[in-house]
């Protein structure tokens, strides 16, 4: 079971001092009273706090990169604080299950903007990513949706520990199971729509990212303005040049929207793959066709109509991105080896791999090997600069800026820090290995 002393991982043989917090899997913190220590601590007038769960789980979340200061934070920071403190234990106590049954899964904090769930406004959601070690696919699970799979995790265990025969339930009933039959969000691409308050073409193919704002493909879009005929406005119809976006107000205008279709998303998630949107005030999705492929041809087209023309649809045009969601199912693959290993296998190789494959995007490796002291100079240097940004995101909170989206620069941040010290770490630790998986990256 995984161990840590006052938020650290414990990993050799350590002296204990007094108040030293020390945390067994997930669910039994102990804290060390130490008489001699306390008597001389209190005898010269040293502060001894009080040691409780959440500060113990508090500790923790700061140690794994997490900014846990409450100072200069805004109401809906946090909230965001408190749900990921509370959600980290109930993380790792379903790691350990999963461990123990060997389920082969493994379970991880995920920070989800609202423009990654779809929406052009709301606050920075903690969602649990759920990975399953064998086929390497993953899910996105919501706040409640987690905790109800938990509960139920914790009762298979009870059942397994208790020797019950029929601990282990079929896949309907198996707290972790997730389909491949259903979508998931390979990503979304916000589509700006200023070029309608101009009658201005757009034809671009637009980034799609996922909640990590990782490229995931090109969206291929078209906007094209229409006459009353509904034929393409061009260049030459000097009738309909907008030299200011308010010329409009009470007139009518015509547009076609077109989804062409998409280029370069994963081939892990390019089963039935389709887009979906609300542009304005729509009440239903418009949704493509379902395409098996990694470069979909929908060519999904739709002529809107607005009369009359009014501020409220112009301050849309001109400050309200459109979000466009494209979904996939993922494909049930492995190397044919990985289901004969342990959960805790699988994770320690999982791990390796993508550290080795981040080492190698970090050192822009090319052919069959890396320089490990080269990687370890670039990881350090970015470190410095990501920690350079988030003081300037500390100090934008304790200035009570508001200019600054604090808890999207949080969400991006804290994961791309914790990469980064991970990778220096496991560098530094092999750089010597003869045998290391590391230094072999092909």
């Given at each position: 079971a995984r161990v840590t002393l006052n938020g650290d991982s414990l990993t050799a043989r350590t002296e204990l001092n007094h108040c030293d917090r020390i945390l067994f899997s997930a669910g039994h913190v102990y804290v060390l009273h130490h008489p001699y220590q306390f008597k001389k601590a209190v005898k010269e007038g040293k502060e001894i706090q009080a040691v409780t769960w959440d500060t113990v789980q508090t500790e923790i979340a700061e140690k794994s990169g997490f900014d846990v200061d409450r100072k200069g934070k805004t109401e809906e920071e946090l909230l965001l604080q408190e749900d990921l403190i509370s959600l980290m234990p109930m993380v790792n106590e379903a790691n350990a299950i999963s461990m123990e049954l060997d389920k082969k899964k493994a379970f991880d904090i995920a920070l989800v903007s609202p423009q990654a769930r779809g929406l052009a406004k709301g606050r920075t959601e903690v969602m649990v990513k759920i990975s399953d070690l064998v086929h390497q696919n993953s899910w996105l699970w919501d706040r409640n949706k987690f905790i109800n799979r938990k509960y139920k995790m914790l009762e298979m265990y009870q059942n397994y520990v208790d020797g019950d025969a029929d601990w282990d339930l079929s896949e309907e009933n198996d707290p972790f199971y997730e389909t491949v039959a259903s979508h998931v969000l390979i990503g979304q691409a916000q589509i700006h729509l200023k070029c309608l308050a101009y009658l201005i073409s757009f034809e671009e193919s637009v980034i799609i990212t996922d909640y990590q704002a990782q490229e995931r493909g090109y969206l291929q879009i078209e906007i094209i303005p229409l006459k009353e005929d509904e034929t393409p406005i061009s260049d030459e119809d000097d009738d309909y040049f907008v030299e200011e976006p308010k010329e409009l107000i009470g007139k009518t205008i015509k547009y076609r929207f077109k989804v062409v279709g998409a280029?370069?998303?994963?081939?892990?998630?390019?089963?039935?793959?389709?887009?979906?949107?609300?542009?304005?005030?729509?009440?239903?999705?418009?949704?493509?066709?379902?395409?098996?492929?990694?470069?979909?041809?929908?060519?999904?087209?739709?002529?809107?109509?607005?009369?009359?023309?009014?501020?409220?649809?112009?301050?849309?045009?001109?400050?309200?991105?459109?979000?466009?969601?494209?979904?996939?199912?993922?494909?049930?693959?492995?190397?044919?080896?990985?289901?004969?290993?342990?959960?805790?296998?699988?994770?320690?190789?999982?791990?390796?791999?993508?550290?080795?494959?981040?080492?190698?995007?970090?050192?822009?490796?090319?052919?069959?090997?890396?320089?490990?002291?080269?990687?370890?100079?670039?990881?350090?240097?970015?470190?410095?600069?990501?920690?350079?940004?988030?003081?300037?995101?500390?100090?934008?909170?304790?200035?009570?800026?508001?200019?600054?989206?604090?808890?999207?620069?949080?969400?991006?941040?804290?994961?791309?820090r914790m990469k980064l010290e991970d990778v220096s770490k496991v560098i530094k630790e092999e750089k010597n290995n003869p045998n290391s998986q590391i230094c072999c990256i092909q």
């Open positions: 280029k370069g998303l994963p081939h892990k998630i390019s089963n039935e793959v389709y887009c979906e949107f609300k542009l304005y005030l729509e009440d239903k999705a418009n949704q493509t066709e379902h395409t098996t492929s990694k470069n979909p041809d929908w060519n999904w087209s739709k002529i809107y109509s607005h009369s009359p023309v009014t501020e409220q649809l112009l301050e849309y045009f001109n400050e309200e991105p459109l979000i466009v969601k494209v979904w996939g199912k993922q494909r049930l693959e492995s190397d044919g080896n990985a289901a004969n290993k342990t959960t805790k296998e699988l994770k320690s190789l999982n791990e390796k791999e993508k550290l080795a494959s981040y080492m190698k995007k970090v050192a822009g490796g090319q052919g069959s090997g890396v320089d490990l002291a080269a990687a370890l100079h670039k990881v350090e240097y970015m470190l410095q600069m990501v920690s350079g940004v988030k003081k300037l995101s500390d100090d934008a909170k304790a200035a009570g800026k508001k200019t600054v989206d604090v808890a999207a620069i949080d969400s991006i941040l804290t994961p791309e």
